[in-house]
């Protein structure tokens, strides 16, 4: 069989995902709805300081703790519009102390939906056609609680990399390296490298948990600990075309990001361009989301799967018990 290639992966994912209209309608409902509270949260920060006309003095001390705090809750905003929650994301406001509560319910009840429809998606990016609202929830239940014990897994991962590895680098390597250099520009440098070094790890962690769920679901393993094992086997037999995928996949995130910055409308313009503007956006991003999950899963399918296992089964409704009786007796060639 003819391995994939990273760039036909890649447009095979983004033609999966834009052949599923209903999946982006579907995920651009509930981004919006989820988002609910982290704009209410901003507007509660910003109106006992500004109030909800701006219309009264500001005192300069108020502005800048109010802006800090509504610069904070945006950043969150967009994280859990755009569905790009990440460890390093998390971490940052995990420590935030106190922990807003409304950020906290809001980030939590966004990683329980993600994980939760997680499954669905890649079921329906798998089969490359439409499954209907029943096969698709389906797919979320039996994956969610094997996604959960996934998540056990991962977590630990990620807890070692921020709880051991960050201060390693950061504070021990980045204290020994720079003790002796003179100037900000070399220990500008090393600061970079060890970033490099980070991000290298949380990609490895990310990339093994993205194809451990695709070979959960298009495998249906019910294990997720040999899911994981053979999602490093899978990854470390490619390893360079995994990471072309992987980058390929970011630097579109990226543009998108970029695109963004370049036309966020300014202050006063019309309600209605920032609107659209606006869903143009979460559009984009949730296309970039769903682009990673269906260009791993197209990858996959195209360098190892097979037509035997590329998808777990249609649920079907059981017939009633006297519909299985008559299928019975004509398997047996009785009339019923």
Known sequence: MPHATVLGAFLEGWRRVLGAPALTASLLAATWWLSMPLTVALQS?????????????????ATTVAAERARELGRMIDRELGFFGSPAAVSEWLSLDPLNPVIAGAASASVAFWLFVSGGILDRVARA?????????????????????????????????????????????????????????????????????????????????????????????????????????????????????????????VVILRLWVQAEPPPDAPGWLGFLLLLLYLVARIWAKLGFMASEVAFFQGDLAHAEYTATPLPMWPDSPEAEAMENLKAQGQRP
């Open 45 to 61: 920060t910003l109106e006992p300081r500004y109030g909800t006309t701006f219309d009264t003095p500001l005192d300069p001390g």
């Open 129 to 253: 056609r439409p499954v209907g609202t029943a096969a698709f929830f389906a797919a979320c239940g039996v994956f969610f609680v094997r996604f959960l014990r996934l998540a056990v897994l991962i977590g630990a991962a990620y807890f070692v990399l921020f709880r051991w590895v960050y201060p390693f680098l950061f504070e021990t390597l980045f204290s020994l390296f720079t003790s002796d250099q003179a100037t900000e520009s070399s220990a500008l440098r090393v600061r970079a490298v060890l970033y490099v070094i980070f991000a290298v790890g949380l990609m490895f962690v990310g990339v093994i948990a993205d194809f451990a769920k695709v070979r959960a679901v298009v495998e249906d393993r019910r294990g997720m600990l040999g899911a994981l094992a053979a999602s490093i086997r899978f990854v470390r037999r490619r390893p360079l075309r995994v990471l072309g995928l992987y980058l390929l996949n970011l630097f579109t995130v």
